[in-house]
T-cell receptor
Framework: EAQVTQNPRYLITVTGKKLTVTCSQN?????MSWYRQDPGLGLRQIYY???????DKGDVPEGYKVSRKEKRNFPLILESPSPNQTSLYFC???????????FGSGTQLSVL | TQLLEQSPQFLSIQEGENLTVYCNSS?????LQWYRQEPGEGPVLLVT?????EVKKLKRLTFQFGDARKDSSLHITAAQPGDTGLYLC????????FGKGTRLHILP
């Protein structure tokens, strides 16, 4: 089944403790992206990747890192999480940057 | 900066009623997408409209792209509880821009 898989679904952590949210797609998509979704602010893009080893900042990249060492994986790294990074995070992929996006089921992160 | 404004933000109506939600921008897009997001899940694409004036139907849902490719509407006929969710429009150019969504609740 074609899908985008993110883990974990839920995560509670404390300020400053490094964490990684994993994302994997099995559709051989070139483009992958991370979004955060907050009430009243909608979906905001954090980082995106057009292809392996190519990553770019989205609209709200501060406090986040990504890597794209393999085509299928695009992990989101929070080196030193802060409470303002409490949010619902979505990974998405598509064949090309301006085509249908396939979203993961989301990761609800709480930073205490 | 390209922006997509969706209205209304929230809509709660009775089962069986008709409704229209809107997606407006001052920018021209090469195409526009509508996604539906249900609680606990990621958005799922419903439709892509490409040509100005284009109308697409998906069962009881009718999507229209404005003639100038700056706006779009989604009309639902005889709304059902299963239509409940967050409806997001997304404008496509060299990147995808999302609106903030319309949260729709259909009361049984």
């Amino acid at each position: 089944e074609a899908q985008v898989t993110q883990n974990p679904r839920y995560l509670i952590t404390v300020t400053g403790k490094k964490l990684t949210v994993t994302c994997s797609q099995n559709m051989n998509h070139e483009y992958m992206s991370w979004y955060r979704q907050d009430p009243g602010l909608g979906l905001r893009q954090i980082y995106y990747s057009m292809n392996v080893e190519v990553t770019d900042k989205g609209d709200v990249p501060e406090g986040y890192k990504v890597s794209r060492k393999e085509k299928r994986n695009f992990p989101l790294i929070l080196e030193s999480p802060s409470p303002n990074q409490t949010s619902l995070y979505f990974c998405a992929s598509s064949l090309l940057s301006n085509e249908k996006l396939f979203f993961g089921s989301g990761t609800q992160l709480s930073v205490l | 900066t390209q922006l997509l404004e969706q209205s209304p933000q929230f809509l709660s109506i009775q089962e069986g009623e008709n409704l229209t939600v809107y997606c407006n921008s001052s920018s021209v897009f090469s195409s526009l997408q509508w996604y539906r997001q249900e609680p606990g899940e990621g958005p799922v694409l419903l439709v892509t409209v490409v040509t100005g004036g284009e109308v697409k139907k998906l069962k009881r849902l009718t999507f229209q792209f404005g003639d100038a490719r700056k706006d779009s509407s989604l009309h639902i006929t005889a709304a059902q509880p299963g239509d409940t969710g967050l409806y997001l429009c997304a404008g496509l150019d060299d990147k995808i821009i999302f609106g903030k969504g319309t949260r729709l609740h259909i009361l049984p």
